[in-house]
């Protein structure tokens, strides 16, 4: 246990001090899972969203497919991601690989099916009745779906942050098409969960820990503030 403690003390030092190779990993991780969230809610959400609301022939088919991709091994999103970008890939010619943007890319394929499927189960759980009542008032069918997508915000919140919690916390791809990259003593394509690893390798504990401490400051901050947004959103829902 001396180890442990050792290790959070050196970590708690880095923090309060600003270490710049800590500051710059952390806004790394940071900025790629954020891109890739904001990414994964452009597709997910209106994919999710039309998969709730619309029954057709293949319907059952497009929903598995979309909630088998929340349990897609990310080493094999990583795989794909690095063919795909490779030298002899289909857009290798761009030279991504080993890039943020291999890794934004990356955390999309993750965050997506995520951010789409629970948006599916979430506006499919609201009542048919809502939105055919705001047609019969007269609303136009677009305005009918903001009333059925303002019904699922408490779940479409819940999907953004399962979303950003998904890439936030990727390891395997991330290290596969990033390559936890370093030059100079800076920070080129190192995320927190990889820079964990490599350091954990190299027996650099301190390090390691501050960014172990870091992402849990994060996931508490976050579950801290959907819990904060959900209570408004349902004391404001039981007020009106």
Request: aromatic share 8%; hydrophobic share 60%.
């Amino acid at each position: 246990m001396e180890i442990f403690w050792q290790a959070l003390r050196d970590a708690v030092v880095l923090l309060a001090r600003g270490d710049p190779y800590v500051c710059e990993v952390m806004w790394m991780s940071v900025q790629v899972a954020g891109l890739a969230t904001v990414l994964g809610m452009v597709v997910g959400i209106p994919l999710g969203t039309w998969l709730g609301i619309r029954k057709f022939r293949g319907w059952g088919a497009a929903a598995t497919v979309l909630n088998v991709g929340m349990m897609l091994p990310p080493v094999a999103v990583g795989l794909f991601v690095f063919l795909l970008l490779s030298r002899q890939g289909l857009l290798g010619s761009l030279g991504l690989l080993y890039s943020p943007t291999a890794m934004v890319v990356a955390e999309f394929f993750i965050a997506a099916p995520v951010v789409g499927a629970i948006t599916m189960s979430g506006v499919g759980s609201v009542p048919r009745e809502v939105r055919l009542q705001a047609l019969a008032l007269g609303a136009s069918r677009w305005q009918s779906l903001w009333v059925v997508l303002r019904e699922a915000r408490v779940t479409l919140l819940s999907a953004v942050v399962a979303g950003f919690g998904a890439a936030i916390s990727e390891v395997g791809a991330v290290m596969m098409v990033g390559g936890n990259l370093s030059s100079g003593g800076h920070n080129l394509t190192g995320t927190m969960t990889t820079a964990i690893v490599a350091l954990v390798r190299q027996g650099e504990y301190a390090q390691a820990m501050a960014f172990a401490v870091i992402l849990l400051v994060i996931a508490f901050a976050i579950t801290l503030a959907l819990t904060y947004l959900q209570r408004g959103i349902r004391r404001r829902w039981l007020q009106s």
